[in-house]
T-cell receptor, first 114, second 116 residues
Framework: GAGVSQSPSNKVTEKGKDVELRCDPI?????LYWYRQSLGQGLEFLIYFQGNSAPDKSGLPSDRFSAERTGGSVSTLTIQRTQQEDSAVYLC????????????FGAGTRLSVL | GNSVTQMEGPVTLSEEAFLTINCTYT??????LFWYVQYPGEGLQLLLKATKADDKGSNKGFEATYRKETTSFHLEKGSVQVSDSAVYFC???????????????FGTGTKLQVIP
C-alpha cells in the first residue's frame, strides 16, 4: 500500500475483554515495529519483527500482550484481559531491510479500556 | 544504555517566532540522529536526520546540527507557522555494523503550539 495502515483507528473496550489491533505495513518492508504511546509519554517500544520472526520482543509489558506476523506482511497485536492501564495509542511502523534507519508510521489505534 | 532527553513542553510561540527545541543524547560512538514530527491525529513522520558529526539535517525550514562535543541535536526554525503545531520527537539509532538490527531510542516528545 501507499503507507502503513492500522485498524481500527479507535477501539473502546471493557476491562477484561481481549482486543486485536491490526497493522498493514508498506509493501515490501521486511521490518515491522509496534510501539505504545501513553498520554503525555514518549514512545514505548513493544516488539520488532523481521519477516515473520520476532527477534526482539523485549518491550512487551506482560504475558497478556502478544503479536504475530504472517506472510511477512500483516501483523496483529493482541491484548488479553485488558486493563485500564492499557489505554494508549498503539503505533505500528515499518522499514525496509534489516530495520536500521528511517521508520514509517501508521496513524495508530487509540485504545480506551473502560 | 542509550537515551534521548528533550526539553519539556508544551512550547507556545507566536507565528514568525524563532524556534529551538533542545535534544541531547547518551550513546557510545557515533549514533545516527533523527527528528520526527507527529501532527494531530497522525503517526510520526521523519522530519530530518544526520548520520555523522557536524552534519546538518534540514527540511521544511527546520534544521538540526549533529554536535558530538555536546552530544546534542537541537531543532531550530527561523520563523514558525501555525501549521508547524505538532509534537516533535528526537531519536537515535546506535552506531553498529551495517545490515544489523538497531533499536531506535525516542525522546518523550515536545509539543509545539503556534498561535496566530
Amino acid at each position: 500500500g501507499a503507507g502503513v495502515s492500522q485498524s481500527p483507528s479507535n477501539k473502546v473496550t471493557e476491562k477484561g475483554k481481549d482486543v486485536e489491533l491490526r497493522c498493514d505495513p508498506i509493501s515490501g518492508h521486511t521490518a515491522l515495529y509496534w510501539y505504545r504511546q501513553s498520554l503525555g509519554q514518549g514512545l514505548e517500544f513493544l516488539i520488532y519483527f523481521q519477516g515473520n520472526s520476532a527477534p526482539d520482543k523485549s518491550g512487551l509489558p506482560s504475558d497478556r500482550f502478544s503479536a504475530e506476523r504472517t506472510g511477512g506482511s500483516v501483523s496483529t497485536l493482541t491484548i488479553q484481559r485488558t486493563q485500564q492501564e492499557d489505554s494508549a495509542v498503539y503505533l505500528c511502523a515499518s522499514s525496509p531491510g534489516q530495520g536500521g534507519g528511517i521508520q514509517y508510521f501508521g496513524a495508530g489505534t487509540r485504545l480506551s479500556v473502560l | 544504555g542509550n537515551s534521548v532527553t528533550q526539553m519539556e513542553g508544551p512550547v507556545t510561540l507566536s507565528e514568525e517566532a524563532f524556534l529551538t527545541i533542545n535534544c541531547t543524547y547518551t550513546a557510545t560512538g557515533y549514533p545516527s540522529l533523527f527528528w520526527y514530527v507527529q501532527y494531530p491525529g497522525e503517526g510520526l513522520q521523519l522530519l530530518l536526520k544526520a548520520t555523522k558529526a557536524d552534519d546538518k539535517g534540514s527540511n521544511k525550514g527546520f534544521e538540526a546540527t549533529y554536535r558530538k562535543e555536546t552530544t546534542s541535536f537541537h531543532l531550530e526554525k527561523g520563523s514558525v507557522q501555525v501549521s508547524d503545531s505538532a509534537v516533535y520527537f528526537c531519536a537515535l539509532i546506535p552506531q553498529g555494523h551495517s545490515g544489523g538490527y538497531q533499536k531506535v531510542t525516542f525522546g518523550t516528545g515536545t509539543k509545539l503550539q503556534v498561535i496566530p
